[in-house]
């Protein structure tokens, strides 16, 4: 069945860097195109960037346009996302996502926290 496997999260101070892994299995990676999205507390899930199955167009959040990247390795199954010069308000859980229909994917997700 399909899996995706987040990891990579942890504490960063601002002005940091991460970068978060999602390892994937089930499906024909290649085939698709894969997302990121965060979760902040008390907040909706909200979308951070796509890439296409592939590696380009990538599409960012204005949030984080300059400052994050995604990338993908089809020969490995993963997408990426490096996170620099993060913000506080960078905390968040982040998900990776595989779009479908009528069924959509998401991964566990792994915490990000920015805190000095």
């Known amino acids: 069945q399909v899996q995706l496997v987040e990891s990579g999260g942890g504490l960063v101070q601002p002005g940091g860097s991460l970068r978060l892994s999602c390892a994937a299995s089930?499906?024909?990676?290649?085939?698709?195109?894969m997302y990121w999205y965060h979760q902040a507390p008390g907040k909706e899930r909200e979308f951070v960037a796509t890439?296409?199955?592939?590696?380009?167009?990538?599409t960012y959040a204005d949030s984080v346009k300059g400052r994050f990247t995604i990338s993908r390795d089809n020969a490995k199954n993963a997408v990426y996302l490096q996170m620099n010069s993060l913000k506080p308000e960078d905390t968040a859980v982040y998900y990776c996502?595989?779009?479908?229909?009528?069924?959509?994917?998401w991964g566990q997700g792994t915490q990000v926290t920015v805190s000095s």
């Open positions: 890439i296409h199955n592939i590696g380009f167009p990538t």
């Open positions: 996502n595989r779009p479908g229909a009528p069924v959509s994917y």
């Open positions: 089930g499906f024909t990676f290649s085939n698709y195109a």
